[in-house]
């Protein structure tokens, strides 16, 4: 695949934790992919198979292993440290409490989001302008909090709050959208409602997206793209096309031949969203 229209490239990316000890993991092992523009990728695996790993390298949580690089829309980025990594890339969490700010007000949740990466007071940034800006981006999602801009996010319901995050990670329009299994810590019927406005708000704002979950189901029904990732690799990258045919026994026939042995998890084989 070609890089020319990348919005993100990794290029040889490893992470080693603990090196040299009894207790070294290698949670990432020499991994390349290329994201061009507008690509909804769906990343599945089981735990410890890498999916956090790849999206804290991105996010610039720590840095790949010498030699490793990470690149966003042609600028190398490998070294820039996660502050100023955020112009570039939104981060949905699993805990809305990673997300947003519970002491805040929604509109001051927003403004935060709105001035990411830029040195600027949160006062100057609530302005008549910016209160139209936050109730028509609100109210996309129908759930009536763009008549609640001065409540406080803590007082939301958890499905509200990944809302209110999912708005706030794309306000500033960054290059790329990073779905950390954000609907983990929701029931079913919540869960449903948040994936679906993912799916709105990615298709409407022509986001290049990344969305980790351990659910196949979930994988095989949202994104034009899935990649599976097993100790560290990238085991399987199936394209639109060929997703769209794909079945969950396809998927754990190909992980199979890929990996070379026999899948074993079956909560990532889950019908439902997932939820703890």
């Known amino acids: 695949m070609s890089g020319n229209n990348a919005v993100l490239e990794l290029k040889g990316v490893r992470k080693i934790f603990a090196r040299n000890t009894v207790d070294e993991v290698k949670a990432l092992d020499g991994i390349n992919l290329v994201v061009p523009d507008q690509d909804f990728v769906t990343v599945i695996g089981s735990n410890g198979s890498g999916k956090s790993t790849l999206l804290n390298i991105i996010a610039g949580v720590f840095p790949p292993e010498r030699g490793g690089q990470v690149v966003i829309n042609g600028v190398d980025v490998t070294n820039l440290e996660e502050y100023k990594r955020s112009t570039y890339v939104a981060r949905v969490w699993q805990e809305p409490d990673m997300g947003t700010a519970r002491k805040l007000t929604i509109e001051e949740n927003l403004s935060l989001a709105l001035l990411r990466g830029r040195s600027r ?10 209160r139209k800006l936050f109730r028509e981006a609100l109210a996309l999602l129908g759930l009536g909090l763009e008549t609640r801009l001065s409540t406080p996010v803590g007082t939301l319901s958890g499905g509200q709050r990944q809302a209110l995050a999912l708005v706030m990670a794309t306000l500033s329009k960054p290059s790329m959208l990073l779905l950390d299994e954000h609907i983990a810590t929701l029931d079913p019927k919540t869960a449903q409602t948040v994936l679906e406005l993912s799916d ?13 979950t351990h659910n196949m189901d979930i994988a095989l029904r949202y994104g034009n793209r899935l990649v599976m990732m097993h100790r560290g690799r990238l085991v399987i990258d199936v394209g639109e096309d060929d ?11 190909a992980f199979e031949r890929a990996a070379g042995e ?3 998890d079956d909560s990532v084989m889950l019908n439902q969203p997932e939820c703890k």
């Open 121 to 130: 007071g949160l006062k100057g940034a609530i302005d008549k302008d910016r």
């Open 262 to 264: 026999q899948f074993k």
């Open 200 to 212: 709105f708000i990615v298709r409407r704002e022509k986001m290049t997206t990344i969305m980790v």
């Open 243 to 253: 997703k769209k045919r794909l079945t969950i026994a396809d998927l754990v026939n």
